[in-house]
């Protein structure tokens, strides 16, 4: 069956001002899950560090507890030592590295560039790489999955920050990415894009 290809053009140009818009959304809430992730390590804000649960399933918020990053707790112990799956292969690997006080600068920096980069819609590709492998390896302390032995949002984030960062590059319409590529320094190292 032949298509009208001036119909398929039209509504590909027309749907594709919505769709890479919503790209772009997504691109800022994805930056946004680390972002929010990195201020709620630093701060202690309640939601997963400072947050104390009780047996009953009440819960108490102490801001800025010694467990927040900027009153000198390790944000990386909780997760790496008692936060992943303890059937996981990498279990004894990652319990290790989060014995470590140095794994929480790289981890909390990366939070902060990948969240500050896809939300502004700069530096996407490094953060895509960043983010990717940081997602890759909490998937790792959780593996396998209970509830799907394959999949978990680890790697659909994964998929979507890449998928989304590679397809929106030529279209960015919201966000600092046009103004970024031109730049003379982001044009002379394409890795920057």
């Not at 809430?29 to 939601?47: E, I, P, Q, T, Y």
């Not at 112990?77 to 004894?92: A, I, K, Q, R, T």
């Not at 895509?128 to 390896?137: I, V």
Request: glycine share 12%.
């Amino acid at each position: 069956m032949a298509v009208n290809s001036e119909v398929a053009g039209s509504a590909t140009a027309t749907g594709s001002k919505f769709g890479f818009a919503m790209l772009s959304v997504t691109r800022i809430a994805l930056g946004f899950v680390f972002l929010w992730a990195f201020l709620d390590k630093l701060l202690g804000l309640g939601f997963s560090t400072c947050r104390n649960v009780a047996e009953d399933g009440t819960f108490t918020i102490d801001a800025l507890c010694d467990k927040a990053w900027v009153n000198g707790g390790h944000v990386t112990e909780g997760y790496l030592v008692y936060g992943g799956n303890v059937n996981s292969p990498f279990h004894d690997f990652f319990v290790n590295l989060g014995a470590d006080r140095w794994t929480d600068w790289p981890f909390m920096l990366g939070l902060l560039g990948v969240g500050a980069a896809l939300m502004l819609g700069i530096g996407t590709k490094i953060a895509a790489w960043a983010g990717g492998l940081m997602l890759l390896f909490m998937y790792m302390t959780q593996m396998l999955p209970s509830t799907n032995p394959i999949l978990d949002d680890h790697i659909v984030y994964i998929l979507a920050i890449f998928g989304i960062v590679w397809v929106e590059l030529a279209r960015q319409p919201i966000g600092l990415g046009k103004w970024w590529r031109s730049l003379e320094i982001v044009k002379k190292n394409a890795w920057l894009v």
